[in-house]
Nanobody, 115 residues
Framework: QVQLVESGGDLVQAGGSLRLSCAASGSIFRAFPMGWYRQAPGKQRELVATITSGGSINYSDSVKGRFTISRDNAKNAVYLQMNSLKPEDTAVYYC?????????WGQGTQVTVSS
């Protein structure tokens, strides 16, 4: 069973930092792209950042310079370091993996940034 489990969401003040973690079951994930998406209330899910198995990274313009995505293939994990958080970063953050023609999602972790 392929599973992604996120953790690290919390309530934080504007300007603060959080680190999200995503643990993937199975070593198959290390060979494929993974990423983070988020969904704010009343809005569509949007891309935050992606990282390929070789370490190529893409960020949305809204988080560039503030967020850092990384992965540890030995641990089957992907991380999202979020600095200088803003109230508009408030959302449920989802871990994502694309394996061939299939796409997998975690259950999400809530990040709330107070002003």
């Amino acid at each position: 069973q392929v599973q992604l489990v996120e953790s690290g969401g919390d309530l934080v003040q504007a300007g603060g930092s959080l680190r999200l973690s995503c643990a993937a079951s199975g070593s198959i994930f290390r060979a494929f792209p993974m990423g983070w998406y988020r969904q704010a209330p009343g809005k569509q899910r949007e891309l935050v950042a992606t990282i390929t198995s070789g370490g190529s990274i893409n960020y949305s313009d809204s988080v560039k310079g503030r967020f850092t995505i990384s992965r540890d293939n030995a641990k089957n994990a992907v991380y999202l370091q979020m600095n200088s958080l803003k109230p508009e970063d408030t959302a449920v953050y989802y871990c994502n993996a694309k394996i061939l023609s299939s796409e997998y999602w975690g259950q999400g972790t809530q990040v709330t940034v107070s002003s």
